[in-house]
């Protein structure tokens, strides 16, 4: 018998054993039936439910089923239940009124692996580990403070793409800014982390990349568990080769910081890698209880955490929002007469200068209203049964949250939602830190991103550097609407294609 014989058969053989199960449970369940329905939703097929409909932009496809079914969606992953949300209403109501019962993550073969077991926090269950984790790394790492003393390092590797953008705009060449974005946020983060720029020995960018599309899938291994040891997708081998490709940089650089302390090599500003051993090694009674757990592994998934949030998020807003103002060329240039107003004769930006820019704000939202990062957020988890606007709720449904979808809604933000417009943000007091249930780029409530204030500061600072140093248009007669804005799903949502654009430098008055 062939393989494919065999996988077909195995499919049958599971249909079937799934339709006899579910039978029995429905003829012989001594469990009263709840007294409320489910939510509505499409008619799934037997075993894989509904994850045929999900597509290559699932986001999308949510979108549109949500018109059909409602705010509140049911639908069916092989086995797993999963409830798809799609109105600001209904966003409030389970990241924030009921926060407590969804703020746990469902488990799955690729954060397992990756993530040493998820002993870091962006995969880890709700419970007191998860708390431990986010507590130390919002105090620790992303506190204002170590954001703040770490603004000259920034400078430095922003100085460093300024003066490469300058020989190219001499030279009238085309740059790639998704390369140029992807390698200064590889710089910066590594400075941040590792305390030094990018490693030539690894390419993190192309890792990372990789890691958040095996992440992001909806891996038939998480979903009918039965198949899973057939890898119909490939996805356990690709999660296993990003998994020692991951090890490998970890081990490398931790084995590095531990060789330069017993060296007594005396740093001036710790980087987040020897913040960490040095919760291992002298544990803080702030800490305490996460220091009890502080082994190598949970070392390595915590710095993968930062690394993910931030050489892989920050690169993609300013990407996204660079291809916004390329396409609307008024609006790049009102942003660069607010910068020249704030940063006037001033080579290089502050981020100082940063919070004076009202307008740079609006476009900042108005790309995030457009190009959330992740489409669907973080997927989280019921931890109770529950029952939520008169919809019945099991314990362990994978709740999506479609935040692309409440940012093309009409009936949030009016009829011309699909024009990039960030002038609707004037006298509106929307934010996107949680609080407005239409924008929500980075979540809301208890998982919400802890990591806002850095991710915020460098897309600002970066993006301000680049519009106040250089104009820029779209290469080989290039019209706005020629530029391809197509998405590569995955836990976080990219450009398909590389930005390519022409700088020129602008000279100021
Ligand atoms: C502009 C860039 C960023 C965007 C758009 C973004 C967006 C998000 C989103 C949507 C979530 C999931 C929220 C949910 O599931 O409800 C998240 C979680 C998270 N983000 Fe960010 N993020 C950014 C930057 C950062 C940075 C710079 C860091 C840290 C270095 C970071 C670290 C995290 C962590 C650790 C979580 C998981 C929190 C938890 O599960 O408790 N993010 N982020």
Same mark, same amino acid.
């Given at each position: 018998m062939s393989p494919t014989q065999f996988a077909i058969l195995l499919v049958l053989v599971g249909a079937l054993w799934w339709?006899?199960?579910?039978?029995?449970?429905?003829?012989?369940?001594?469990?009263?039936?709840?007294l409320h329905k489910p939510p509505p939703g499409p008619r799934g097929l037997p075993l894989i439910?509904?994850?045929?409909?999900?597509?290559?932009?699932?986001?999308?496809?949510?979108?549109?089923?949500?018109?059909?079914?409602?705010?509140?969606?049911?639908l069916r992953l092989g086995s797993i239940p999963a409830i798809v949300v799609s109105t600001p209403a209904a966003s409030e109501l389970f990241l924030k009124t009921h926060d407590t019962v969804f703020a746990s993550r469902p488990k799955s073969q690729a954060a397992d692996y990756l993530w040493y077991g998820t002993k870091g926090m962006i995969f880890t269950e709700y419970g007191t580990y998860w708390r431990n984790v986010r507590k130390f790394c919002t105090l620790e790492l992303l506190s204002a403070t170590k954001t703040a003393s770490m603004a000259g390092m920034r400078r430095e590797e922003l100085v460093l793409l300024?003066?490469?953008?300058?020989?190219?705009?001499?030279?009238?060449?085309?740059?790639?800014?998704?390369?140029?974005?992807?390698?200064?946020?590889?710089?910066?983060?590594?400075?941040m982390l590792f305390g030094k720029s990018r490693d030539e020995r690894f390419d993190l960018n192309a890792i990372i990349h990789e890691l958040t599309i095996v992440v992001g899938a909806f891996n038939?291994?998480?979903?009918?568990?039965?198949?899973?040891?057939?890898?119909?997708?490939?996805?356990t081998r690709r999660i296993k080769?990003?998994?020692?490709?991951?090890?490998?940089v970890l081990e490398t650089i931790i084995d590095e910081h531990e060789q330069d302390a017993s060296d007594g090599y005396n740093k001036l500003e710790r980087d987040f890698v020897d913040v960490l051993l040095s919760l291992k090694n002298s544990p803080s009674s702030t800490h305490e209880q996460l220091a009890q757990h502080m082994d190598r592994s949970t070392i390595k998934a915590i710095v993968l955490d930062m690394i993910l949030g931030t050489i892989d998020t920050s690169q993609i807003v300013v990407t996204w929002i660079m291809s916004?103002?390329?396409?609307?060329?008024? =609006?790049?240039?009102?942003?660069?007469?607010?910068?020249?107003?704030?940063?006037? !004769?001033?080579?290089?930006? %502050? @981020?100082?200068h940063v919070s004076k820019l009202d307008y740079l704000d609006m476009v900042v939202k108005e790309s995030l209203r457009l190009h959330p990062v992740a489409t669907l957020l973080t997927p989280h988890e019921s931890v109770e049964d529950i029952v939520i606007d008169g919809y019945y709720i099991k314990k362990k449904s994978?709740?999506?949250?479609?935040?692309?979808?409440?940012?093309?809604?009409?009936?949030?933000?009016?009829?011309n939602v699909n024009e990039f417009l960030p002038e609707r943000f004037i006298g509106s007091n929307i934010d996107y830190t949680g609080n407005n249930f239409q924008l929500?780029?980075?979540?809301?409530?208890?998982?919400?991103?802890?990591?806002?204030?850095?991710?915020?500061?460098?897309?600002?600072?970066?993006?301000?550097?680049? =519009?106040?140093?250089?104009?820029?248009?779209?290469?080989?007669?290039?019209?706005? !609407?020629?530029?391809?804005? %197509? @998405?590569?799903?995955?836990?976080?949502?990219?450009?398909?294609?590389?930005?390519?654009?022409?700088?020129?430098?602008?000279?100021?008055?």
């Open positions: 339709f006899i199960i579910h039978l029995f449970r429905t003829i012989f369940s001594t469990n009263p039936r709840p439910g509904h994850l045929h409909l999900l597509g290559k932009q699932p986001h999308r496809t949510l979108y549109e089923l949500s018109k059909k079914y409602g705010p509140i969606m049911s300024v003066e490469s953008l300058k020989v190219a705009a001499r030279d009238r060449e085309v740059v790639d800014l998704s390369q140029k974005m992807a390698l200064l946020m590889e710089d910066m983060t590594c400075r038939v291994a998480d979903f009918i568990p039965f198949l899973g040891a057939l890898d119909l997708q490939g996805l080769q990003i998994g020692k490709a991951v090890d490998t916004e103002l390329l396409r609307h060329p008024r =609006v790049m240039k009102q942003l660069q007469n607010q910068v020249q107003n704030v940063v006037g !004769d001033c080579e290089f930006v %502050e @981020e100082s994978r709740i999506i949250v479609n935040t692309w979808g409440l940012g093309q809604d009409p009936k949030n933000w009016s009829e929500i780029p980075f979540g809301s409530g208890r998982r919400g991103c802890p990591g806002i204030p850095l991710g915020v500061i460098m897309v600002k600072l970066v993006v301000t550097q680049l =519009v106040h140093t250089f104009d820029w248009e779209l290469p080989f007669g290039m019209s706005a !609407d020629e530029l391809d804005m %197509e @998405e590569l799903f995955g836990i976080t949502v990219p450009r398909a294609t590389h930005l390519l654009a022409m700088p020129s430098l602008r000279s100021l008055p």
